[in-house]
């Protein structure tokens, strides 16, 4: 199949939406439910209408634009990703799926390319933990791994609920209606930075990814005793900002004890109360992402983790709660749609490397509703989350041209 694929086309489209950022440049800051994701999702609308695709938002505002196949009651074929991004970070996180599934469509249209199943564009909310603290919640909705209740239990940073926020933001359909039944999808494919540099280190154009990260999160909340910085002697003091630091070097320590590379640990965010020089913190919230390719090492740095916030808080008689905001089990590619990736790069003469992805992606709970798999590009010196990430127009054109032929195949 001779496709084309209008990588001018592509940059307009990631122009347009880097455009869309709740902060200035550099950098891109687009928060679920904000004015930037809703002018960015108001943009994206209108180019899947000018394609021809059929459009459906679910009540998170998860957005499915269908072009259906000639046997529309098949399961549909489906790709895309997340337009969301964490503050001052990058312009290519995320949207490079969007707008490659979008243009993979597109190209496919132009060569005439019939398919027998549908094909979807899907658009997923708040791939990012920003707002709501919990990392692919539309995703997560949509494969069933949160209920209604749950949805209706998530607050962000001001209070504000995600029923307040959803419908402002003009999603009003049933929360009821967001979980899809396994076998919805034939297949999803998600193209993605990869975010890591082993692709550029080795030259290669193409990652086919075989297994996703397993994350975990932990809100850590800690109450010492405040007072005043001069008054209050050091003998007895209960300064929750050094218990924080204390644990957030364990955290670095609980990843580093189980001698494997794959296991990582970060504390993100350390926030405190009152945060005034002249006053002892009296609380602190650490918010701490471990990861690593297989649940069991990773539930072994958790569990160091625990165990080093009792002793230290134990020893420092501050008081202590954590949160256990996720711990999910790592996901394993389909290999019927891995293969189907590769036999795309072969016919495009592609080179590839079959990897494991460190980072989580809507792939990650896709997996657990149909056969799934992704393709990654490089991105320069492998920086994400960054405002210099980047990947090059050629790369990513490769990445919607093996896109657009394994879709073809899948929906055959
Ligand atoms: O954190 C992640 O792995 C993803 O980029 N949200
Ligand atoms: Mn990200
Ligand atoms: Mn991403």
Do not use: K
């Not at 592509?10 to 904000?34: F, K, N, Q």
């Not at 494969?143 to 003009?170: F, H, I, V």
């Not at 993605?192 to 030259?203: A, D, F, M, S, Y």
């Not at 501050?318 to 891995?338: F, G, K, R, S, W």
């Amino acid at each position: 199949m001779n496709l084309t694929i209008d990588a001018a086309a592509i940059a307009a489209d990631l122009d347009a939406i880097a455009a869309c950022s709740d902060t200035p440049p550099p950098g891109v800051t687009r928060v679920v439910y904000g004015e930037a994701d809703l002018r960015a999702r108001a943009y994206l609308r209108a180019r899947c209408a000018e394609a021809g695709l059929l459009l459906r938002e679910d009540g998170l505002g998860n957005l499915f634009a269908r072009w259906p196949g000639a046997e529309p009651d098949l399961p549909a074929v489906a790709s895309g990703s997340h337009i969301d991004a964490i503050p001052h970070s990058g312009r290519f996180d995320g949207t490079v799926g969007v707008v490659g599934a979008l243009e993979a469509l597109r190209a496919l249209r132009r060569v005439g390319h019939v398919p027998r199943r549908s094909l979807e564009l899907l658009i997923f909310t708040s791939e990012e933990p920003t707002r709501f603290g919990v990392g692919c919640l539309g995703s997560r909705a949509l494969a069933g791994a949160l209920n209604p209740a749950q949805l209706r239990a998530l607050r962000d940073g001001e209070g504000r609920t995600l029923d307040e926020l959803r419908a402002a933001a003009g999603f009003t359909a049933p929360l009821e209606q967001v979980a899809l039944a396994q076998g919805t999808y034939a297949a999803f494919v998600e193209l993605h930075i990869e975010q890591g540099p082993l692709l550029e280190t080795e030259g290669l154009p193409i990652g086919v990814v075989r297994a996703i990260a397993a994350p975990a999160a932990l809100r850590v909340h800690l109450q010492g005793e405040g007072g005043h910085a001069g008054a209050v002697l050091m003998l007895g003091r209960r300064d929750a900002l050094l218990a924080g630091a204390e644990i957030a070097l364990a955290v670095e320590r609980a990843a580093l004890s189980t001698g494997r590379p794959d296991t990582v640990a970060t504390t993100g965010r350390l926030t405190i109360t009152p945060g005034a020089i002249n006053a002892i913190p009296s609380a602190a919230t650490l918010e701490i992402d471990v990861r690593d390719v297989a649940a069991e090492p990773r539930d072994r740095a958790l569990a160091s983790i625990y165990s080093a916030v009792a002793e230290v808080c134990g020893r420092r008689h501050v008081a202590y709660q954590i949160e256990e905001v996720n711990a999910d089990p790592p996901a394993t590619c389909d290999p019927e749609v891995v293969a189907t990736i590769i036999g795309a790069c072969t016919e495009l003469g592609l080179p590839y490397q079959v990897m494991v992805s460190r980072a989580y992606h809507d792939s990650l709970f896709m997996a657990r509703i149909c056969p799934t798999a992704m393709i990654f590009i490089p991105c320069r010196g492998g920086v994400s989350h960054r405002p210099d990430e980047y990947s090059e127009p050629e790369q990513i054109s490769q990445g919607v041209a093996v896109l657009a032929h394994a879709l073809a195949a899948l929906s055959a």
